[in-house]
């Protein structure tokens, strides 16, 4: 990879992003945001470890991003000088701007976040846990379900590999199954 | 969980060389020699070495193996995928391609559909392009017969369907459309949603698990991963050897007695082939795709999305009339972040609701074409643009997601269309997506299914493989990936890529061993 390492402006930048985009409660039903999976040194990680090219759209996305107050509030700041609520309006914008590569970048940037901030095993499972909640219309505080209601399904891997002793065989024994292919006909 | 023995965690003594771990030159012959362990590549290995031949498998990527497998899709993408999940086809729209780097190749990472090649593709083939001799149901079907018994070819089993599979099929029913549960290579699918991260079981018959590890364990074929092929080395117009680069950046010359296979996928064979020296006009054109994507619904019930097979749930209904497949599929959160309209508190707040969700999608069986070739860094470039009609019938597929979706009593569905709201409320407001852009870089594609660029044909001015798979004017010299495939199929293309390579394998064996007795 030929580009340098993030620098601490651009780590600036990309930390004040991503907090906007996935916010510390209260602005968050989840338990916490994104701030303290270090989202700026992930960045930087994902940055070094890509080839040349992609690297220099995530830069460029970032730079994008950062520089985007000018163009969208015309103020002369980055974006690590917004408010958060300002942050997210600049980034609301920019995800739905009419210049594809503006809004493409910026998906981009939203989706690299979501792989930093999904990483987390307990909140991957906060989140796929169905809740008795209000709709997203509809304001409220979001609410668990009672103890035992929800069938929990996270991966528990320790009970999947438990479970999947048919997998023991050894590698050289071949299943009994012969599944007939018909394939659903076009009508 | 320690006394768990996974198919790939056992493999005989200096069956598998690691190229990151190679410390010097290797020369090695064997009598054949095949390039990727993918769907194709694995495939024919297994083929080859039971028939009794020594066998070589050179793979560019690592091996991961079942046990270290984890449930983000970070992990799996940035070090099991090309260029860590961030090619694109590049056109007026940048459309991302996904594409196994590993053993397994894109069947570590992907949803285990097992489709059989249409007939009226394959009569296609044998009308427009002169294959009927070669290339029909006749010569494939005992092929497909073979993998669907080795594989455990099955429907997802209702204990592994899960609500949105399920909420699909009733729906699908509900307006008169034909649908079905997806049939799998699965060997006891848990239902855990992650084929996209890799099977943390192994359930999922990927070629990690079956044709590789069988090829080495019980046939003797020896793997060389994490070892980058540059060139076959022709002489005197016969491939003799392959010739490639271990991580660690040893030279590694596998010499091929009887031949070499190349199974690269379909953007990696034609540049290969090229810097092999093959010159033939039609390398790199007639590149196709059958391009997704997702449209989302928030439900006000349980969905579960995390729960059942990935992808349980098809529909071919309209294949043919509409050009246009649809199927459900899970997004893990890691994905589903990205595609969930908003930022900040709207973002999370939906986010946190993800066990509401419904993801189904469609697969365009689009008619562009492009083209593949290389670009300034020596990387893979395709340059592709969907036409307008591929976007009508994209709009059509989305459309008919979103009623489907409101009929299922949807609060909020997200059809991912640039011009079009990102939340649409009712059903009402699908008629926007009915008049929606018709501009590709207003939708949000993903290419995962791809087809040509190293064509099949009986003219080397239009092809670049004949119909027994053999480079035109090279001898033994074969591809067996999808780059040879004509056309689009319009359905899943790995059982039919692992079908053709096994026809091809089978008849280079058969005449190997006829030579051999004679
Ligand atoms: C996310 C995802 C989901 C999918 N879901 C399905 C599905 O459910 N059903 C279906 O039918 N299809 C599916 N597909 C498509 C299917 O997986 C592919 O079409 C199929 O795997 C292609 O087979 P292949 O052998 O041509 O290529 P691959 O399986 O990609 O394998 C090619 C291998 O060759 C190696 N290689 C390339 N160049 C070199 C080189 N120079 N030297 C050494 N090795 C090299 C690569 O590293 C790779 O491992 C999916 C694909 C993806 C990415
Ligand atoms: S859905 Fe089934 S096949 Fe896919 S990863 Fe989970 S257990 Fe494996």
Known sequence: ?187 | MSDVRFPDDDMPAGAVVDGEAVTRAVDDAFDFVVVGSGAAGASAAYVLAEAGFSVGIVEEGPWLKTRDITEDVHTAFSKYTRESGMQVLRGRSFVPMIQGRCVGGSTLINSAIAWRIPEDVVDDWGARFGLGDSINMRELDPHFDALERDLSVRPVADDALGENNAMFLAMANKRGISASRMRRYDRGCKGSGMCLSACPTAAKQGMSVTYVPWALARHGARIFTSARVERVEIRGHRAVAVVAKSASGHPIVLRARRGVFVAASTVQTPNLLRRSGVRSPALGKHFQAHPGLAVGGMFKRSIEMSFGATQGAESIHYRKSERFKLETISFPPDIAAARIPGAGPELVERLARLGHVASWAAQIRARAEGTVGEGWSGADRVKYTLGEDDIRATRKAVALLARMMFDAGAQEVWPGIFGVPSVLRSVDQVKLVDEGPLDPRAYAFIATHLFGAARMGVDPRTSVVDADFRVHGVDDLWVVDSSVFPTNLGVNPQHSIMAMSRLAAARVAERAKGLRAA
């Not at chain 1, 505080?141 to 479970?163: I, T, Y």
């Open chain 1, 1 to 187: 990879m030929l580009l340098p390492r993030l620098f601490s402006f651009e780590l600036a930048w990309a930390e004040a992003a991503y907090v906007a985009i996935y916010p510390d409660p209260p602005r968050n039903p989840l338990s916490r945001g994104i701030r303290a999976m270090k989202p700026a040194r992930f960045y930087d990680e994902l940055i070094a470890g890509v080839p040349t090219e992609q690297a220099l759209g995530l830069r460029v996305s970032l730079w994008i991003v950062a520089l985007a107050p000018l163009f969208v509030l015309r103020r002369l700041c980055t974006i690590a000088a917004l408010s958060e609520a300002e942050r997210v309006t600049v980034l609301e914008r920019l995800l739905a701007s009419s210049v594809y590569a503006v809004r493409q970048l910026t998906l981009g940037f939203k989706a690299m976040g979501a792989l930093r901030y999904a990483q987390d095993h307990a909140l991957r499972a906060e989140m796929t846990t169905p809740r008795l909640a209000p709709a997203p219309e509809d304001s409220g505080p979001v609410l668990k379900e009672p103890e035992g209601a929800v069938h929990l399904r996270v991966l528990d891997r320790a009970k999947l590999m438990a479970s999947s002793s048919g997998q023991t065989r050894a590698a050289n024994e071949v299943g009994p199954d012969h599944a007939a292919a018909e394939g659903a006909s076009d009508v």
